[in-house]
């Protein structure tokens, strides 16, 4: 049975705030906890209009403590802002509260403009891009306190110390991110939801991967985007929000997610009814029945068992129900049922 997860980057709603946004995680993740999803994974964005969700490694402290059995984690902290060492301190201080329950998932993206990058940088200069193999190397090392003797910064740990440590996930949505996994043997999870034709990465992935202390055979999943309703022609009503969402995206604008009349009543020039087909080819959106057959397919295409599941949409009950429609779908045991 595959593995159905969440990928939730906290949307801002037009006409509502970003604090309506942070709730709306919570609740979200309260249901898909008791609806039997895998894990749950909030995204790291900046200075967004659009996205609320800047600080994921606080979001999962709340969301772990509101529920109970589902994996909680980040997709993904932004290392290039980072030192690895205060990444690995607050992911051993969340694996201490919430035993074997944590994910690190980390990515080479900026999460934001330069200007915003230059900002979380402060009285530094950023941290340049070729740098990050070298800092997911000193993260996994001191996640697992296992510096080599002469690393500069031997002797220095990680706290707190324990018997555990969450498992590390590269995010990526290029060649780049799965070479830098397979190298240094974490999990992938690649972004189709971002990028379509990821399986020759995800194949690379595999071929290249070198067992690690922590995982000794390759592991994938990828992130897609969905919207499940009743009906055909409600999924895709609920739909045409990200259709103009993402052209704007295009044009560098992070905006509040549109309603659905705004979205078909808006004049797209005809450069953007191309982009919005374009990106469109990447979504599932459907009916359950519609929804199980296309997200198997995608998951065949790139063999992995996992889909990590995006779902955005104005109507903030359509976006839980659409999760709802998915766990019948695939006959997510419900949390009571997994504790039995």
Known sequence: ??????????????????????????????????LGFHRYWVAEHHSS????????EILITRLANETRRIRVGSGGVMLPHYAPLKVAETFRMLEAMY?????????RAPGSDQRTARALAYTRDPIPIEYFPRQVQDLMDWMDGRLEDDHPFRGVT?????PSSPPVWLLGSSDQGAQVAAHFGTAFSFAHFITEGGEPVVEMYRKRFQPSSTL??????????????????????????RDLWRVR??????????TPEEALNYDFTESERERAAFHRRRNIVGTPEQVREKLDAV???YGVDEAVVVTITHDHQARLKSYELLAQAYDLAPAAQAAE
């Open 216 to 241: 000794s055979e390759p592991q994938a999943n990828i992130g897609v985007f969905v919207i499940c309703a009743e009906t055909e022609e409600e999924a895709k009503y609920h739909a045409a929000s």
């Open 299 to 301: 998951m065949t295409r």
């Open 249 to 258: 995206l295009d044009q560098g604008h992070i905006t509040p997610i549109p």
């Open 99 to 107: 035993p074997g329950r944590i994910d690190l998932g980390i990515g």
């Open 49 to 56: 209009e659009g996205l609320a969700g800047s600080v994921p």
């Open 158 to 162: 990680a706290q707190p110390a324990g």
């Open 1 to 34: 049975m595959p593995l159905i997860s969440v990928l939730d980057q906290s949307p801002i709603r037009a006409g509502a705030t970003p604090g309506d946004a942070v709730a709306e995680t919570i609740e979200l993740a309260r249901l898909a906890d008791r």
